[in-house]
């Protein structure tokens, strides 16, 4: 097939809007995709580009599935669209009955929504209304911590803590707390619960009295400010502050479920189970759009027989849509066959300890965090003196050595600057070691050009 790219270029920046994208970037010689396979994207020169960050930490089970397609087709030549609202559809029920099964705890009722912004607005509406039911109207304030991403509709984007992305949109939805993350906290740090980061969080409640608050939202492992895994207990002190305060948990896995850290749920990695937990990317692989909440059965039915219940008011046209979940049941059940989380699980450990080795033979390198497919490594002038990028310097980075070594080595990651410069890496969870190789490799080379451009 014979593409004009420069035609498509120039019909993009005409016609189609880009998400989070600089005006420099879409004036540059940006690559269009046409097709992809496995861990890889193939764009219409042909070249193909490891696709190192899994879309947008996404397509788990990789590119090109004729499986996934076979069953998107099939449904969409079976019943291409039904609601829920009403009634039900077998796709839609079968798609819930498995995440039910795949979920820890009693966390068995999902509602169906198009996207992870949807699924992070959804629970704060559910949040809302189930305490509205149980007599505590009050309860409407909303704890999350610093740096976090939890999406950009209106409501997910005021429990967002990145002020970059909310300063335009101001104001939000009133009534959201920010408390510190768990960046600099690792491993064993002692009793969880006196831990200062816990501490903060009974502060504010106390500030704001417990009786306000409503829910406290917190990722299995942060994605802003670079893939931040708890230290152990932290997530056994969050469950029971929120106990001890009558306060919904409320686990944001949009990026962390579906294996990205090696297991279905964050669950196993926390060992808690919580009160909600939002998703999307992983559960389609990107095949489809598809995110969801999914509730304790308890809650669902507390709210459905109070006296001021009996329906969550909320829905979309295209939650649940047939095509989406008949999609999700096949994505779910071939990375459940072909044991794709075993893969996360045997070789995470080598991808972790393979950039730590990076970390030790790189000036440029302050940290590397993260575990299973999910990794940060966090950038500076020079390691051995503890000189960090200057604003020019950190700016340089990102916007030009860093995508200029990323068309230079085909291997696509994503440059980061939420509180710290920063590279992400996320890929497909079905990366075999050749493709982790290549992965390692172009990261190495990406090191160096950086180490070329910023003296120490």
Not at 197 to 225: H, M
Not at 393 to 410: G, M, Q, Y
């Amino acid at each position: 097939m014979v593409v004009d790219v420069t035609e498509l270029r120039a019909r993009a920046r005409r016609h189609l809007g880009p998400h989070f994208t600089r005006k420099d970037t879409w004036e540059s010689d940006f690559p269009v995709f046409v097709r992809g396979e496995g861990s890889y994207l193939i764009d219409t020169e042909g070249d193909r580009f490891l696709d190192g960050l899994a879309g947008l930490f996404c397509v788990n089970i990789g590119h090109g599935r004729d499986d996934i397609a076979r069953a998107a087709s099939e449904q969409i030549g079976t019943l291409a669209y039904a609601s829920n609202w009403g009634s039900a559809h077998v796709p839609a029920i079968e798609a819930s009955a498995l995440i039910a099964d795949l979920a820890p705890g009693d966390l068995g009722t999902t509602f169906f929504v198009n996207s992870g912004s949807e699924a992070v607005e959804t629970a704060v509406k559910f949040a809302r209304q189930y305490h509205r039911s149980q007599g505590n109207p009050q309860r409407t304030k909303i704890i999350s911590r610093e740096m976090a991403y939890h999406g950009t509709t209106l409501g997910a984007l005021s429990v967002t803590q990145l002020p970059k992305i909310k300063d335009p949109f101001g104001p939000l939805l009133p009534g959201v707390r920010s408390v510190p993350n768990t960046l600099g906290y690792l491993g064993d740090c002692g009793p969880a619960n006196e831990l200062d980061c816990i501490a903060a969080i009974e502060a504010v409640i106390e500030e704001e009295g417990a009786e306000t608050i409503a829910a406290v939202f917190a990722e299995p492992v942060q994605n802003g400010r670079g893939a931040l895994v708890p230290p152990d207990g932290y997530w056994a002190a969050l469950r029971a502050l929120c106990d001890k305060h009558g306060i919904l948990l409320v686990s944001d896995e949009v990026i962390c479920s579906f294996g990205r850290l090696g297991h279905w749920f964050g669950h196993g990695l926390t060992g808690v189970v919580p009160d909600m937990i939002t998703f999307a990317k992983g559960s389609t692989s990107g095949y489809a759009p598809l995110g969801g909440l999914i509730v304790r059965e308890q809650l669902v039915r507390e709210l459905y027989d109070s006296p001021k219940g009996g329906v969550f008011t909320h829905g979309a046209t295209w939650g649940g849509h047939p095509v989406s979940t008949a999609v999700a049941v096949a994505n779910i059940t071939a990375m459940r066959d072909e044991n794709v989380l075993g893969n996360v699980s045997a070789r995470g450990p080598k991808l972790k300890s393979a950039l730590d080795s990076l970390m030790r033979s790189h000036r440029c390198v302050k940290d590397v965090r993260g575990t299973g497919f999910f990794y940060a490594i966090e950038l500076m002038a020079d390691s051995d003196s503890g000189r960090e990028f200057t604003e020019q310097e950190s700016l340089t980075v990102l916007r030009k050595v860093l995508p200029e070594a990323f068309a230079r080595t085909k291997v696509i990651l994503r440059g980061d600057d939420r509180g710290a410069t920063m590279l992400m890496i996320s890929p497909p969870l079905v990366a075999d070691d050749e493709v982790l190789s290549e992965l390692l490799h172009g990261i190495d080379s990406m090191l160096t050009d950086i180490e070329k451009a910023i003296q120490p």
